[in-house]
């Protein structure tokens, strides 16, 4: 009797901590094939069924469905280019080279991927939309206060991620090689 409740009480426990464990993996994004570049990062097979178990149960879990890998890749960053966690009481900077893509949105979201509401009601940038310098090179202002030129609101005090997507990419068969000067930066410029 007792060798059958020490059994089931190791039983429980391994079950406990394995989902435990998934939970985590889970939650901080771990995955197998991902790709960083700068404070971007990626999983490559996010969209297709190739796409290894953890990014797929956090696809599930958030109910999203990622773009296929004819459709384009999406980044993710949490930090800025110091590898400083990306906070809304602060001002950041996003410029620099982009990738080759037909056209590519920017926008701020939850710790959940969700946007975030914002008196403003803007969420993000298109390639197409974007007001550029005389050189083609662009510059987009993150912070609470409003900017000049390219602003996108942050409609929270607390921590954020920003999403880059690129769409109709010959990047997704060579994801591996981006860098972090194949991205762009984003350059904390001040905490209020």
Same mark, same amino acid.
């Given at each position: 009797?007792?060798?059958?409740?020490?059994? =089931?009480?190791?039983? /429980?426990?391994?079950?406990?901590?394995?989902? #435990? $464990?998934?939970? &985590?993996?889970?939650?901080?994004?771990?995955?197998?094939?991902?790709?960083?570049?700068?404070? +971007?990062?990626?999983? &490559?097979?996010?969209?297709?069924?190739?796409?290894?178990?953890?990014?797929? $149960?956090?696809?599930?879990?958030? &109910? #999203?469905?990622? =773009?296929?890998?004819?459709?384009?890749?999406?980044?993710? /960053?949490?930090?800025?280019?110091?590898?400083?966690?990306?906070?809304?009481?602060?001002?950041?900077?996003?410029?620099?080279?982009?990738?080759?893509?037909?056209? +590519?949105?920017?926008?701020?979201?939850?710790?959940?991927?969700?946007?975030?509401?914002?008196? &403003?009601?803007?969420?993000?940038?298109?390639? /197409?939309?974007?007001?550029?310098?005389?050189?083609? #090179?662009?510059?987009?202002?993150?912070?609470?206060? $409003?900017?000049?030129?390219? +602003?996108?609101?942050?409609?929270?005090?607390?921590?954020?991620?920003?999403?880059?997507?690129?769409?109709?990419?010959?990047?997704?068969?060579?994801?591996?090689?981006?860098?972090?000067?194949?991205?762009?930066?984003?350059?904390?410029?001040?905490?209020?």
């Amino acid at each position: 009797m007792l060798t059958g409740v020490k059994i =089931l009480v190791t039983a /429980a426990l391994g079950v406990g901590l394995g989902l #435990a $464990a998934t939970n &985590a993996a889970v939650q901080d994004g771990l995955s197998f094939d991902s790709v960083h570049a700068g404070p +971007w990062s990626s999983s &490559a097979a996010a969209g297709s069924s190739k796409a290894d178990p953890y990014v797929k $149960a956090a696809l599930a879990r958030e &109910a #999203a469905i990622p =773009l296929g890998l004819a459709e384009g890749l999406s980044f993710i /960053a949490s930090h800025d280019s110091s590898a400083q966690r990306l906070s809304g009481r602060c001002v950041y900077v996003v410029r620099g080279a982009v990738p080759p893509a037909r056209y +590519w949105t920017i926008s701020v979201l939850t710790l959940h991927g969700r946007p975030i509401g914002n008196a &403003a009601e803007r969420y993000g940038f298109t390639s /197409a939309e974007i007001v550029r310098s005389e050189n083609g #090179a662009f510059r987009v202002v993150i912070s609470r206060e $409003a900017r000049p030129g390219n +602003w996108l609101p942050i409609g929270t005090k607390g921590p954020f991620l920003l999403m880059f997507r690129l769409y109709d990419t010959p990047v997704t068969s060579t994801v591996s090689t981006l860098d972090a000067h194949s991205m762009p930066s984003v350059t904390r410029t001040g905490c209020g």
